[in-house]
């Protein structure tokens, strides 16, 4: 076996192991659908239909709560940018190909649900996060053309993360509809994780040293998705301030448990690069 393969070569190679885990995948989700987390008996018109336009008090959420769920809207209404990019580095390969139109569903769906629920309930302006979507989504996903490993990396850690805000938003106990969804929304999260974390433990079989570069140059240049707020406000800060998500929850509750189930730090198989590679993330261990 080479100690380098092509991306060509990797997705070949990888593919069986993708098939199995989209099929555990299907198996193992949940089947649930927006429309039934949606209060629509919260709804009512806008003045252009003859009803009454937002206005702040009409929120019943915290800050802490509409923040949470204004990035989680807008990073799913990304989502045609970040299928761009997988699909460009995916394509042409039926297990690759059904697994991003899996993920692209899924990632719809959180979109769906969470916008449908946000301008039901009047939580946020909904004329200022439209207004945010579509300058999100005209700017673009400005990202490095990663390479397959790198992918398989990126997205493990991001999945991960995307779950653990979710999971601290459900744990501040406000509105219980909102919780239900962030519910459902974290488990699919969760599940997405452990297929990129599968695939990069049959990577591991194959070029273990590609792959502890890929991880090590994932992680530490790992940032989550930043947007532009309605209130124009630093997403990651905001964050943080709240306490959702911070760089000691990221160490403790992404990177560290994700390069444990990589056994990253007990690997006998690895030549010099590899070992490099591992060398530079020692402080995690």
């Known amino acids: 076996m080479p100690t380098n393969m092509t991306d060509g070569d990797l997705l070949l190679r990888l593919e069986p192991a993708v098939e199995e885990n989209l099929t555990r995948h299907i198996e ?13 008996d919260e709804g009512r018109n806008f003045a252009f239909l003859g009803g009454e336009d937002w206005s702040p008090e009409q929120s019943h959420l915290s800050d ?8 989680g ?5 990304n989502l045609p940018a970040y299928h761009r990019e997988l ?43 439209e207004r945010v979507r579509m300058e999100e989504m005209t700017k ?7 390479h397959v490993l790198d992918i398989i990396a990126h997205f493990a850690i991001d999945e991960t993360a995307a779950a653990l805000r979710n999971t601290n938003t459900i744990a501040l106990g406000g509105d219980e509809v909102l919780a ?11 599940l997405q994780a452990t297929f990129y974390v599968n695939i990069v433990n049959e990577a591991f079989n194959v070029v273990p040293d590609q792959m502890m570069r890929a991880i090590a140059d994932r992680v530490t240049g790992y940032a989550i998705p930043v ?20 760089e000691d929850q990221q160490r403790e509750k992404v990177f560290k448990p994700l390069l ?9 198989d690895l030549g010099d690069e590899g070992k490099k590679a591992r060398e530079e993330l020692a402080h995690l261990a």
Not at 73 to 77: C, E, G, K, P, S
Not at 141 to 146: C, G, I, K, R, T
């Open 28 to 40: 193992e989700a949940e089947d649930w659908h927006p429309h039934e987390f949606a209060p629509w």
């Open 64 to 71: 802490v709560e509409i923040l949470s769920a204004t990035v």
């Open 73 to 77: 809207v807008l990073v799913a209404d």
């Open 87 to 129: 699909a460009r580095a995916l394509t042409g390969l039926g297990a690759w190909w059904k697994w991003t139109g899996r993920w692209t569903s899924e990632e719809n769906r959180q979109a769906i649900v969470l916008r449908d629920y946000m301008v039901l309930t009047r939580a946020v302006d909904p004329v200022a996060l």
């Open 140 to 146: 673009g996903y400005d990202a490095p053309s990663l």
């Open 180 to 190: 239900k969804i962030l519910t459902k929304i974290a488990a699919d999260d969760t």
């Open 227 to 246: 947007v532009d707020l309605p209130s124009k406000a630093n997403s990651t800060e905001a964050l943080k301030e709240a306490g959702i998500y911070d």
């Open 260 to 268: 444990e189930r990589w056994n990253f730090f007990g690997r006998d």
